[in-house]
C-alpha cells in the first residue's frame, strides 16, 4: 500500500483541489477511484461521518474534507526548492487566506448552483441569478487585487490555498455558462480573474483538471435532472 492515498471521484471539485495541492507540495500518491452509487467499504470506514470524498489516508490516518486535506498537506510536506508553502507564514495572511477559500466554497459553489436551477426558470429568475453570479465574481476580483499584488493569484508570483480551493473554476464555469447559455464577462468587467484564469490554464496543474467538455456532459446527464424547476 502507498504511503499515501486518495479517495476520489473524477468530476468531485473537492477532489480537483486536493490533487492541485499535493502537486504543488511534489507528494507522491494512489489515486484510489470510488463508486458514489456504490459506496466501498474503505470509503465508509474512512469517512463515516459524510460518506463522501475525497478522503485523504497517510499512514494510517484518515483526513476529510477538501479544505482540510489542503492545509494538512501544506503543513504535512515542505515546499519543493523554488516555492512556497500554500498558506503565508503571517497569522493574519492565514487568516485572510482561509476566509476567501471558504467565501469560494460556498458563495462560488451557490452561484454555480443558481445559474444551473436558473435554466428551468422564469427570464426573472435567470437574470438574478445572473447577478448574484455577478456579484460573487466581483468579490473575487476584488479579494485578488488586495491579495495577489503585481501577481497573477491569490498567492502572488506563486499559487497558494485560495487558488487551490478555486482552481475547479477552470473547467466548471465554461460547462456551466454553456448549459445554461449564459456568459460570465470575466474580460470586460473582472480583468484580474481573466489574467488568473489564463495564469492557472498556463500552469502544468491545469493538466490534472478534466475537461469543460466532460464535466459538462456529466452535469447535463447527472444533476441537472436532479434540479427542481
Known amino acids: 500500500m502507498a504511503e499515501v492515498q486518495l479517495l476520489s471521484f473524477w468530476s468531485s471539485p473537492y477532489v480537483m483541489t486536493v490533487e492541485v495541492a499535493l502537486a504543488l507540495k511534489g507528494v507522491q500518491y ?11 467499504e474503505l470509503l465508509l470506514k474512512s469517512n463515516p461521518v459524510h460518506k463522501a470524498v475525497p478522503v485523504l489516508l497517510h499512514n494510517g490516518n484518515c483526513v476529510c474534507e477538501s479544505s482540510i486535506i489542503v492545509q494538512y498537506v501544506d503543513e504535512t510536506w515542505p515546499a519543493p526548492k523554488g516555492s ?19 467565501y469560494a466554497n460556498k458563495k462560488v459553489k451557490d452561484a454555480l448552483t443558481g445559474i444551473l436551477k436558473s435554466c428551468k426558470r422564469s427570464e426573472e429568475e435567470k437574470k438574478a441569478a445572473e447577478e ?22 491569490f498567492g502572488g508570483a506563486s ?3 485560495v487558488d487551490v480551493i478555486l ?12 448549459l445554461a447559455g449564459v456568459q460570465v464577462p470575466l474580460v470586460q468587467r473582472f480583468p484580474r480573474l481573466e489574467a488568473w484564469f489564463a495564469a492557472c ?14 464535466i ?3 452535469v447535463s446527464r447527472v444533476h441537472l435532472p436532479r434540479l427542481s424547476p
Open 159 to 161: 499559487m497558494g490555498f
Open 201 to 214: 490554464q498556463a500552469h502544468h496543474v491545469a493538466s490534472l483538471l478534466p475537461s469543460s467538455a466532460s
Open 132 to 153: 448574484h453570479m455577478l456579484s460573487v465574481m466581483g468579490m473575487l476580483d476584488s479579494a485578488l487585487g488586495e491579495m495577489g499584488g503585481a501577481g497573477p493569484f
Open 84 to 102: 512556497a508553502d500554500l498558506l503565508p507564514a503571517d497569522a493574519y495572511g492565514k487568516a485572510m487566506a482561509r476566509f476567501w477559500a471558504d
Open 167 to 178: 482552481i475547479p473554476l477552470l473547467p466548471s464555469l465554461p460547462a456551466v455558462e454553456g
Open 216 to 218: 459538462s456532459e456529466y
Open 30 to 40: 494512489e489515486k484510489v477511484p470510488q463508486d458514489l452509487s456504490d459506496k466501498s
